[in-house]
Nanobody, 127 residues
């Protein structure tokens, strides 16, 4: 069993940066992938980025490349999402989630089912 708690959201101005944290409790295996997703008002939840716990391999949505950085601190059992040059369209609830299904080979982050979710953290970007 894995519990996830997101933090770091808030109200920020356009152009600023923000770091979100996803603290995990419970055993995280090296093959697990921790994902960040977001859901903007009136829109479907979308994948942002993912990281493999063991190797640190990262995966990004095309829309996230360049302004988002995912990282992890194994000692703290925490995954981070840094967002640079925030835009009003980044306003959303940001969630972290865990995919435990990986068993080797090529990883397709958009074709997973999530086993654990956090409660989300709200990010609001003012223009």
């Amino acid at each position: 069993q894995v519990q996830l708690v997101e933090s770091g959201g808030g109200l920020v101005q356009t152009g600023n940066s923000l770091t979100l944290s996803c603290a995990a409790s419970g055993r995280i295996f090296n093959t697990y992938h921790i994902h960040w997703l977001r859901q903007a008002p009136g829109k479907e939840r979308e994948f942002v980025a993912a990281i493999r716990w063991g190797t640190g391999s990262t995966y990004y949505a095309e829309s996230a490349k360049g302004r988002f950085t995912i990282s992890r601190d194994n000692a703290k059992n925490t995954v981070y999402l840094q967002i640079y040059s925030l835009k009003p369209e980044d306003t959303a609830v940001y969630y972290c989630a865990v995919d435990v299904s990986y068993s080797g080979g090529y990883y397709l982050p958009l074709e997973v089912e999530y086993d654990y979710w956090g409660q989300g953290t709200q990010v609001t970007v003012s223009s």
